[in-house]
């Protein structure tokens, strides 16, 4: 059993184009994230979601739309894809027991995503 | 997290010695730090973990020291195998209710066998 699972595992698209990226995790965690992986293997963090709100944007362009439909899921859509946003894109899930309190948990990450923009 | 240079820093060791290392961690108010391998084609996974009260914590040949003087953040690895090689980052968790978690630039471990 995958504990963070996301799809596509890779997506080559044209630039303009719109994407979406699947995450689901199975470990009951409250929060989920996206995180950007450039060529560089420099990751960055792009959203956190706790209980299916959205908590951190961290200056991500609108182009971007992360969607929690619920604990478990968090997916992300890209529009008007360019040619920079070309990366590895990870999911992570984790448990963060209380607001205000520092984070207990580690993060678990999916296989990432790896989208090329052509 | 120490973000420095255009390329990813390299730690080249012969199998069996021990491997060091460093990070450079940003901001005075973190406090839990995180190390994470991440093999080729993989996420990052967890590895071990230290709170800022505490500097040092040791794992199965893996240990963690952290001096908050000067914001500095080391791994340890005893014995470095083949199977040891990936890059590792640090982690500094921000404190801002535990939701973000922000990653050094990594370090490429290659093991020589």
Same mark, same amino acid.
């Given at each position: 059993?995958?504990?963070?699972?996301?799809?596509?595992?890779?997506?080559?698209?044209?630039?303009?184009?719109?994407?979406?990226?699947?995450?689901?995790?199975?470990?009951?965690?409250?929060?989920?994230?996206?995180?950007?992986?450039?060529?560089?293997?420099?990751?960055?963090?792009?959203?956190?979601? @706790?209980?299916? +709100? /959205?908590?951190?944007? &961290?200056?991500?362009?609108?182009?971007?739309?992360?969607?929690?439909?619920?604990?478990?899921?968090?997916?992300?859509?890209?529009?008007?894809?360019?040619?920079?946003?070309?990366?590895?894109?990870?999911?992570?899930?984790?448990?963060?027991?209380?607001?205000?309190?520092? @984070?207990?948990? +580690? /993060?678990?990450?999916? &296989?990432?995503?790896?989208?090329?923009?052509? | 997290?120490?973000?420095?240079?255009?390329?990813?820093?390299?730690?080249?060791?012969?199998?069996?010695?021990?491997?060091?290392?460093?990070?450079?961690?940003?901001?005075?108010?973190?406090?839990?730090?995180?190390?994470?391998?991440?093999?080729?084609?993989?996420?990052?996974?967890?590895?071990?973990?230290?709170?800022?009260?505490?500097?040092?914590?040791?794992?199965?040949?893996?240990?963690?020291?952290?001096?908050?003087?000067?914001?500095?953040?080391?791994?340890?690895?005893?014995?470095?195998?083949?199977?040891?090689?990936?890059?590792?980052?640090?982690?500094?968790?921000?404190?801002?209710?535990?939701?973000?978690?922000?990653?050094?630039?990594?370090?490429?471990?290659?093991?020589?066998?």
């Amino acid at each position: 059993d995958t504990a963070v699972s996301q799809t596509p595992k890779y997506l080559v698209t044209q630039m303009g184009n719109d994407k979406s990226i699947k995450c689901e995790q199975n470990l009951g965690h409250d929060t989920m994230y996206w995180y950007k992986q450039d060529s560089k293997k420099f990751l960055k963090i792009m959203f956190s979601y @706790n209980n299916k +709100e /959205l908590i951190i944007n &961290e200056t991500v362009p609108n182009r971007f739309s992360p969607k929690s439909p619920d604990k478990a899921h968090l997916n992300l859509h890209i529009n008007s894809l360019e040619l920079g946003d070309s990366a590895v894109y990870f999911c992570a899930s984790s448990q963060v027991v209380q607001v205000r309190l520092p @984070n207990t948990g +580690e /993060l678990f990450f999916g &296989e990432g995503s790896r989208l090329t923009v052509l | 997290g120490e973000s420095v240079g255009l390329h990813l820093p390299t730690l080249s060791v012969q199998e069996g010695d021990n491997s060091i290392i460093n990070c450079a961690y940003s901001n005075s108010a973190s406090d839990y730090f995180i190390w994470y391998k991440q093999e080729s084609g993989k996420g990052p996974q967890f590895i071990i973990d230290i709170r800022s009260n505490m500097d040092k914590r040791q794992g199965q040949r893996v240990t963690v020291l952290l001096n908050k003087t000067v914001k500095h953040l080391s791994l340890q690895i005893a014995a470095t195998q083949p199977g040891d090689s990936a890059v590792y980052f640090c982690a500094e968790n921000m404190g801002t209710g535990g939701f973000k978690t922000i990653f050094g630039a990594g370090t490429r471990l290659f093991v020589k066998a």
